[in-house]
């Protein structure tokens, strides 16, 4: 029996790419696929982060590692809540967004295919960072992107 692994890097390549496409007519917006984005950059921005490795799971008995699933978290950053808010907002729909039966915004990784998309864990909370001449909001949302073979 093979088993097929979703590759993780490529996945969340995948996942960034979606959303620089999906936030691309939006101005000065940028998404980052690292924690701490580069020197210099505008507000507001988003961070991708790969919370977890591929939860493996599938059918029972014939093939429960088939699938996998992986958690993102996203970060909208503003130098006003109601910036990092705008930003979570547009997120959330690139994400979870959908088109009549199909996600508006694809997600493609190689010999897999994007088969269920969830928030997870708490959506819409903002905190605030920082020393008050420096301090940023960032709302935080955690996704669970599914994926099965192609």
């Given at each position: 029996m093979t088993v097929s692994v979703l590759p993780t890097e490529l996945a969340t390549s995948a996942v960034v790419s979606m959303l620089r496409a999906a936030t691309a007519s939006l101005s000065a917006v940028m998404v980052y696929?690292?924690?701490?984005?580069?020197?210099?950059?505008?507000?507001?921005?988003?961070?991708v982060l790969a919370v977890d490795s591929p939860d493996?799971?599938?059918?029972?008995?014939?093939?429960?590692?088939?699938?996998?699933?992986?958690t993102f978290q996203l970060d909208a950053?503003?130098?006003?809540?109601?910036?990092?808010?705008?930003l979570a907002d547009r997120l959330r729909a690139a994400v979870i967004g959908r088109t009549g039966p199909n996600w508006t915004n694809a997600v493609s990784v190689s010999g897999w295919v994007s088969a269920d998309r969830r928030t997870t864990g708490q959506y819409g909370r903002v905190d605030r960072e920082g020393s008050p001449r420096f301090e940023l909001y960032v709302a935080r949302?955690?996704?669970e992107l599914a994926f099965t073979p192609a």
């Open positions: 696929d690292h924690r701490i984005p580069p020197a210099g950059v505008s507000t507001p921005y988003g961070l493996p799971d599938g059918p029972p008995w014939s093939d429960d590692e088939a699938d996998a699933t992986l950053v503003g130098k006003r809540r109601d910036q990092a808010q705008w949302a955690q996704y």
